[in-house]
Every structure is written in C-alpha cells, then in structure tokens.
C-alpha cells in the first residue's frame, strides 16, 4: 500500500504529511479554491479522509512521475461516490500536486459542505462550495 493509501486508511495528518513536499498543491472538485503547504493539505485530507465510511482504490496507472488512483467509497449513510485521484511527485518521490476528482455532482457538493463544517476555524468558507 503507498503512503497515500495509508494515510486514508489511518486518516492520519502525520502520514499524509509524511508523503508531502513542502510546497505541495491540492486541487479538488469539492474545493473552490486550491489549498497549499504540506501541513494545511495533510489537514485537509485527513479530515477529508474521515468523512469516508469505506474507500475502495479499484485501479492505477503511472506514467513517469504522474499516477492516477481510480476509487470507489461510500459517505452520508452508504452513498456511493466515484473518483480518481492525480498524483504529481518529485525526483524525492514526494507528492507536489494532488487533483481529486469526485462524482457525482450532489455528492461532491455535500462532501465539500461537510468539509467545511469540519474545517471551520482552519480555512475559510470561501474554499468550499455555499449551502
């Protein structure tokens, strides 16, 4: 299991921090805005971690530096959200750019109000989709 999957596993900010450079990026379908800097990002996608009742990675392909992680997991009651993860990586093997990509549409417009609730006082509301 890669250091990514790990860190949804254990919903840890430790371990997402750990497979972090310094200045990595975060882009999402359930962010208005792209979050950055290896501690806020490790936040973000533990607690963004812990909304998953289950997570399933169904396929990969890599491509030089870039990898692409096909998931399947369910929130809010057993609710099935689609997606795929982007994961750009330096010479050091840590990650610099993540795209998550999440489906479908209703889902990810809970998913990004759930995480702001969880993250008020962390980020500001401007990052997330309005009610």
């Given amino acids: 299991m890669s250091g990514w999957q790990d860190g949804f596993a254990q919903q840890s900010r430790t371990t997402f921090a750990a497979e972090f450079a310094d200045d990595i990026v975060l882009d999402a379908t359930a962010l208005m805005a ?58 050091d093997g840590k990650v610099t750019s993540a795209a998550i990509h999440h489906r479908p549409l209703p889902l990810v417009l809970r998913f990004s109000a759930e995480l702001r609730d969880r993250l008020s006082g962390v980020l500001s509301a401007e990052h997330f989709v309005a009610p």
């Fill in 34 to 91: 792209p979050i950055r800097g290896r501690e806020l990002v490790a936040t973000v996608m533990a607690t963004a971690s812990s909304i998953y009742e289950t997570l399933e990675f169904t396929e990969s392909a890599h491509a030089g530096s870039t990898s692409y992680l096909q998931w399947r997991a369910t929130a809010f009651g057993g609710l099935t959200i689609r997606g795929i993860t982007i994961l750009d990586r330096d010479a």
